[in-house]
């Protein structure tokens, strides 16, 4: 096979994927930034008093069945709360929360990377286990940026990729 070949194939198959069209998304009032698959939207909501973006994906079937959730906002952290205690906090079963399958914390970067999943209850008593990517980056001593992508466990893999962009490419844009 040759190199052409193999470079134009890949090629297409990087066009054809979803995240191919994904663009940059900036908030004007939060000065937030991060990549937004093709066909999601954005939209601003108050959650218990924090200005926190909703990212909707495009299908209904996203949104109901997979019952995909993305929020990022920024926050004060809590009294005594460090990047190293929610560390720890998530290495440990807490409640309907598993412990992570994985934590990485950055110290040097002031950011912390888990996955974990967490169940509850839903109509008719069915228990839901939920996936969750939770990227928590320390911007100043005064304020915390979040983004939580979660879905519904038997669907996360399907739409993995597209969270990730998500979640993985929060930031503050630069002034």
């Known amino acids: 096979m040759s190199a052409i070949f193999r470079i134009t194939v890949l090629g297409v198959l990087l066009l054809a994927s979803p995240l191919a069209l994904a663009t940059s998304y900036a908030d004007p009032a939060s000065q937030l930034r991060f990549t937004l698959p ?8 108050v959650v218990a008093g924090t200005r926190t973006l909703r990212v909707i994906p495009p299908k209904p ?4 069945r997979a019952a995909i959730e993305v929020q990022i906002r920024v926050r004060k952290p809590r009294r ?3 990047l190293g205690n ?9 409640g309907d929360r598993e412990a992570a399958n994985f934590v990485r914390l950055n110290r040097r970067a002031g950011r912390l990377v888990t996955e974990y999943r967490d169940g509850r209850f839903v109509s008719n008593r069915l228990w839901i286990v939920r996936h969750n990517l939770h990227v928590i980056q320390l911007l100043d001593k005064n304020r915390l940026l979040e983004a939580r992508c979660t879905a519904n466990a038997s669907e ?20």
């Open 86 to 94: 929610l560390a720890t906090t998530f290495r440990q079963e807490d």
């Open 80 to 82: 005594g709360e460090t």
């Open 38 to 45: 093709s066909g999601w939207k954005v939209r601003p909501v």
């Open 156 to 175: 996360f893999k399907t739409y993995r990729r597209q969270m990730e962009a998500i979640c993985l490419s929060v930031a503050v844009a630069k002034k």
């Open 61 to 64: 079937d996203q949104r109901e």
